[in-house]
Nanobody, 124 residues
Framework: QVQLVESGGGVVPAGGSLRLSCAIS????????MGWFRQDPGKERVFVAA????????SYADSVKGRFTISKDNTGNTAYLQMKRLKPEDAAVYYC?????????????????WGNGAQVTVSS
């Protein structure tokens, strides 16, 4: 059974930085593309960023390009989302996602595995 466990959420002032981590267990980490999505209360979960199985190819939502960086450590079985120059509109629950299909991960609707979420609060 695959488990994704997020950590690193918290409260940060606008303009600050935060790094989220997602540890995966139960399967071969290197065979999974990893992604991050976020969700505001009452709204749909939306794509933030994704990184391919080998950690080479990345994709970002336009709203976070240039500020967020996704990475994948296949040795440590962990994916990261480095967030810089945070804005109040970045506040949300951030979910880690894993799937062996890159396009399924980018689409987000049929992702195989999800974490439980990490709250990010940005104070203005």
């Amino acid at each position: 059974q695959v488990q994704l466990v997020e950590s690193g959420g918290g409260v940060v002032p606008a303009g600050g930085s935060l790094r989220l981590s997602c540890a995966i267990s139960g399967r071969t980490f290197a065979t999974y593309a990893m992604g991050w999505f976020r969700q505001d209360p009452g709204k749909e979960r939306v794509f933030v960023a994704a990184v391919s199985r080998g950690g080479i190819t990345t994709s970002y939502a336009d709203s976070v390009k240039g500020r967020f960086t996704i990475s994948k450590d296949n040795t440590g079985n962990t994916a990261y989302l480095q967030m810089k120059r945070l804005k109040p509109e970045d506040a949300a629950v951030y979910y880690c996602a894993a799937d062996q299909n890159w396009f399924v991960l980018l689409n987000g609707t049929r992702v195989t595995y999800w974490g439980n979420g990490a709250q990010v609060t940005v104070s203005s």
